[in-house]
């Protein structure tokens, strides 16, 4: 075991702060990695203030990562040392279930390990994240970054919020040729204009405010709808193949079912504290379409987006923090006061 600084909540009430961690000494699978940068994600405010229950106290939040390797356990193969690697919600799973044998390690039968508040496999030690100095991660839950030096730290969201919306669009098979909704322009909603947009979709943003049109274009969105419009609603009416709806709070789903064609579908990935109102159900059989959901990605379809992401050269939006200033960063985060996503500078702990 090793000693590694991390900044933690202590408490649900208490704000994060400066806490000394172990890390376990790499085995023979394992990857050892200095921390370079680490996304901020809403899941990481949830967890620390325990607002989705469960959580182990010291919190050590962070999901999205990327550092370099620092040292390689004797059966590694796929990693050297000084590689820039990333690691994202999950650092390991059962192995041995049908959606782990898939690659699909996300829905684990035996239930996935998150890369904080665990538990571990084997030994259900309560696992610590990315708001640390270093990490040790198995090798097959390592991520292999190419992207260009310089935005390294826009890349670490990719490995939540771009796989998190890029999941959805590549399983119901976006691309050219179709009309495609993203509801919401946060930190999910702006990656989700990006890729699908680089999928060659048609993209329309749907926003409550009609401050972020101009934003949404540049991005990538064709057009913008302000959802409070009912004329602008109305002009898409039966009209999306496909949309996929972020917006962490509750909201009436109908008006948005109600843009979908026949057999369409909308996919909900944010994640709201209570429940969305129950929408209504000749929306849906009045024209075959569908309300799913979806969880990030496994580590294949992970890789892939990365390597999507490096060849059309995605990166999120975001605002470099140091790690002092994580506290308040939660407080704008409530807000929706940032564009579009907080990342630490680690080298500021």
């Known amino acids: 075991m090793a000693q590694a600084l991390a900044y933690a909540a202590t408490s649900p009430s208490s704000p994060l702060g400066p806490y000394t961690i172990e890390r376990r000494t790499p085995g023979d699978l394992d990857v050892a990695i200095d921390i370079l940068y680490c996304g901020v994600c809403h899941s990481d405010l949830h967890t620390a203030r325990n607002e989705w229950g469960g959580t182990v106290y010291p919190s050590v939040p962070g ?7 620092t040292a390689v ?5 796929k990693f050297k040392t000084g590689d820039l690697v990333g690691v994202g919600c999950m650092v390991d799973s059962c192995q041995h279930c049908v959606p782990c044998a898939e690659g699909l390690e996300q829905y684990c039968d035996n239930g996935f390990t998150g890369t904080y508040n665990g538990p571990e496999q084997g030994t259900g030690a309560t696992t610590y994240g990315g708001y640390s100095k270093q990490v040790v991660v198995r090798e097959s839950f390592v991520l292999k970054i190419t992207h260009d030096d310089a935005t390294l730290a826009a890349v670490a969201p990719l490995l939540c ?3 998190t919306t890029y999941s959805p669009l590549r399983q ?27 999928m060659g979709a048609h993209v329309v943003l749907f926003t409550t405010s009609e401050g972020k049109r101009a934003d ?16 602008e609603m109305a002009a898409h009416m039966g009209s999306l193949d496909f949309v996929l709806n972020t917006v962490a709070a509750p ?25 969305h109102p129950s929408p209504a159900v000749f929306g849906l059989i009045m024209r075959r379409r569908r309300i799913a959901g979806s969880l990030i990605g496994g580590i294949r379809e992970t890789q892939e987006m ?13 605002e470099m923090i140091r ?13 929706s006061d940032v564009k579009y996503r907080f990342v630490i500078d680690m080298a500021t702990l």
């Open 172 to 198: 119901w098979q976006v691309g050219p040729g179709q009309k495609v909704g993203i509801v919401g322009l946060g930190g999910l909603g702006h990656m989700g204009v990006k890729i699908a947009a680089a």
């Open 63 to 69: 999901h999205e990562i990327v550092g370099r390797v």
């Open 216 to 231: 949404a274009l540049r991005l990538g969105a064709h057009e913008v709808v302000v959802s409070k419009n009912p004329d």
């Open 161 to 163: 919020a771009g796989i």
């Open 306 to 318: 990365l390597d999507f992401c490096a060849s059309h050269g995605i990166v999120s939006d975001i």
């Open 251 to 275: 909201h009436s789903l109908d008006p948005f079912i109600a843009l979908l064609k026949l057999d369409g579908t909308m996919t909900l990935v944010g994640a709201p504290a209570s429940p």
């Open 73 to 77: 356990g004797a059966l590694v193969s």
């Open 323 to 335: 790690m002092d200033e994580i506290n308040t960063a939660y407080e704008r985060m409530l807000k």
